[in-house]
């Protein structure tokens, strides 16, 4: 797509340091960090999130980056968490796939909070 952000990250349109790259994927820090690490990993193909019908291979890759960048980020040991938001309830604000990687410090519970009375 070629207004999407994270596609001109991708293709090197929007210039990012990668943490990781293969064909598939690549991941990079988030510029509004949440956690001291706080990494992202895309698919170069455009999907708007998990359910637009992403290809196996692309999946695949995408959850086969994980621990590679959560080794890369000094996250292996000590643990880390794995976010996909999906839609407007899920504050998904980027509408491409894309994992968040967190860690660095201890998760609190409390971090995921929902709104009652639905």
Do not use: W
């Not at 790259?21 to 001291?36: G, R």
């Not at 796939?97 to 639905?118: N, Y």
Request: proline share 6%.
């Amino acid at each position: 797509m070629k207004d999407c952000v994270f596609c001109m990250i991708a293709r090197g349109d929007i210039p990012a340091k990668a943490v990781y790259s293969d064909d598939l994927v690549m991941a990079f820090d988030d510029m509004s960090p949440q956690a001291p690490v706080h990494t992202l990993i895309i698919p170069r193909g455009h999907y708007a999130h998990i359910g637009d019908d992403v290809p196996t291979d692309v999946a695949v890759a995408v959850f086969a980056a994980i621990p590679k960048v959560a080794e890369a980020k000094g996250l292996a040991e000590s643990g880390y968490r794995v976010i996909i938001n999906t839609g407007p309830d899920a504050q998904q604000t980027v509408h491409h796939l894309h994992v968040h990687l967190m860690g660095g410090r201890a998760m609190s519970e409390g971090m995921v909070h929902f709104s009652r009375g639905r």
